[in-house]
């Protein structure tokens, strides 16, 4: 027997109607999101190429593709409410958020409050970010008075600054544009934020990571969350993520927003489209109702 081939037929399998409704009658998240015909998703627009606001001023992403694969697997509208990062666990607590999935990493001081995914959707650290001209330093050169480290407030980043900078001070910004700006205007020697997002402060600002006595201050993990009670929904989107690791297409979404660079020509830009890349990703994904570009977006506001 082929177990390679079973497996994801297995999962598709899970993930068809009879799963959904075992689900729905799991988890009242689901249940009200199939009564509601609609699933509402919190993010914070501020982090390309994970989850931002495009050219156009429309929502984009990694992240936002796997907000769509969820409502386009659930076959209900997608409602995008974007709010600052440290808004995204009371979001979801208060019921305004029917789950998160975003780029959170797990920690498990966030585990007390909300129930992770077990599957995750990225591996990824924190590292140390600064201008060209300190790229020698080491960041432990950074743990002293007089030193000051930027942090986005509500990231994993917060607790890693505590961690390992504890003689410093450490500021916190609203969202990660703010991080970069006390950086380049010198406010502050150095930013926290995830290796993912690396090349995009590259490209736009110039600059670099501090690679001693290595580049990784520490390795995380990101996952979807729900309520702690919602065990339901948890197993439904687990069977999710578990289906597109088998089927290919988280890879797809990776090759296209972390490998790739026809995104930042596609989202970065005012143009006339997107490229074939793009349109073949979308296709792939079963997705072109909820997306702008496709011309069929009907089916995805933001807010």
């Known amino acids: 027997m082929n177990f390679n081939k079973l497996v994801p037929l297995t999962l598709g399998l899970l993930m068809g109607a009879g799963v959904t409704a075992w689900a729905a009658d799991e988890s009242p998240t689901l249940a009200k999101i199939q009564g509601d015909k609609k699933i509402v998703i919190m993010n914070d627009l501020s982090a390309a190429p994970w989850q931002f606001r495009d050219a156009n001023g429309n929502a984009a992403g990694f992240s936002i593709d796997l907000d769509r694969m969820i409502a386009a697997k659930l076959d209900v509208d997608l409602e995008l409410r974007n709010v600052?990062?440290?808004?995204?666990?009371?979001?979801?607590?208060?019921?305004?958020?029917?789950?998160?999935?975003?780029?959170?990493?797990?920690?498990?001081?966030?585990?007390?409050?909300?129930?992770?995914?077990?599957?995750?959707?990225?591996?990824?650290?924190?590292?140390?970010?600064?201008?060209?001209?300190?790229?020698?330093?080491?960041?432990?050169?950074?743990?002293?008075?007089?030193?000051?480290?930027?942090?986005?407030?509500?990231?994993?980043?917060?607790?890693?600054?505590?961690?390992?900078?504890?003689?410093?001070?450490?500021?916190?910004?609203?969202?990660?544009?703010?991080t970069y700006q006390a950086l380049k205007t010198s406010r502050v020697d150095a930013a926290l934020n995830d290796l993912a997002v690396l090349g995009v402060v590259q490209r736009e600002y110039g600059f670099v990571s501090l690679k001693k006595p290595r580049e990784l201050i520490s390795s995380d993990d990101w996952a979807f969350a729900v309520r702690k009670d919602d065990v339901g929904a948890q197993a439904y989107l687990d069977t999710l993520l578990a289906e597109i690791k088998a089927n290919g297409k988280l890879e797809a979404l990776r090759a296209y927003w972390v490998d790739g660079e026809a995104w930042k020509k596609d989202f970065l830009e005012k143009n006339g489209g997107v490229s074939e890349e793009r349109k073949k990703l979308v296709e792939q994904l079963g997705i072109s109702a909820y997306v702008p570009e496709s011309g069929k977006g009907t089916r995805m506001t933001l807010e």
């Open 84 to 178: 600052e990062w440290a808004g995204l666990i009371p979001g979801l607590l208060t019921r305004k958020s029917d789950i998160l999935a975003t780029s959170m990493t797990v920690t498990p001081k966030r585990a007390e409050q909300i129930l992770f995914t077990k599957e995750n959707w990225y591996s990824t650290g924190v590292v140390t970010i600064v201008r060209p001209d300190d790229a020698a330093l080491s960041w432990e050169d950074l743990n002293q008075p007089g030193k000051t480290i930027a942090v986005k407030a509500g990231t994993s980043a917060v607790d890693i600054a505590k961690q390992f900078f504890a003689n410093a001070e450490v500021q916190s910004y609203p969202n990660d544009t703010d």
